[in-house]
Structures are given as C-alpha cells and as structure tokens.
C-alpha cells in the first residue's frame, strides 16, 4: 500500500521560509513525476511544481523564483524550498507522484503566512 507523508508545514510571518518534504512509501511502478499542488477554501487545487524523474522542473508563475523544488528518486521523496512567502501563499499544500498507472496524493499540509 503506497503511502504519501508531507511535513514542513506551519505559520510564518510574510517574508519567511519553509521547507515541505513529502516522503512515499511503498512499491510504486514507473514514477515518470512529482509535484506539489495548493488548494483554499472555495478553490480548485492548483499546481505549484513538478519535477520529473529526468530533473525537469515546472512552476507556476505566481512561485517563480521563490519557490524550489527538488526531489530524492532513491527515497521517493520530494521538497519544495518556499522563500519570500507572502499571505496569497497560504493554503493547505499537497504532494502528488504520477505515476505510469495512477497518480497518489499526500493528505495535505497546512501553510499559514501572517502579514
């Protein structure tokens, strides 16, 4: 049984750091990617990064150059460095693994940015 575990989240004061991890366990077939996605009250979740297994990376506009993600394939684990947060950064943060037969979802990490 696969198994996403995310950890890092929190509050911090705008302008601040913090660093996501996202640990899976398990046998997955074929990881072709990672990501980590955001979602708010009332809002569709929506992509924040991906990597693929190659290294290649995808951010949304709104995290670049702020955000950075980076991924360990030996431990199927994957980060994401969050600098320069500002409030509009808060949601609850979710880590994704597509894979070649289904996708997985972690169940989510709370990020809180005070003004």
């Known amino acids: 049984q696969v198994q996403l575990v995310e950890s890092g989240g929190g509050l911090v004061q705008a302008g601040g750091s913090l660093r996501l991890s996202c640990a899976a366990s398990?046998?997955?077939?074929?990881?072709?990617?990672l990501g980590w996605y955001r979602q708010t009250p009332g809002k569709q979740r929506e992509l924040v990064a991906t990597i693929t297994t190659g290294g290649s990376t995808n951010y949304a506009d709104s995290v670049k150059g702020r955000f950075t993600i980076s991924r360990d394939n030996a431990k199927n684990t994957v980060y994401l460095q969050m600098n320069g947060l500002n409030p509009e950064d808060t949601a609850v943060y979710y880590c994704?693994?597509?894979?070649?037969?289904?996708?997985?979802w972690g169940q989510g990490t709370q990020v809180t940015v005070s003004s």
């Open positions: 994704n693994i597509r894979a070649a037969l289904r996708g997985y």
């Open positions: 398990g046998t997955i077939f074929r990881i072709n990617a």
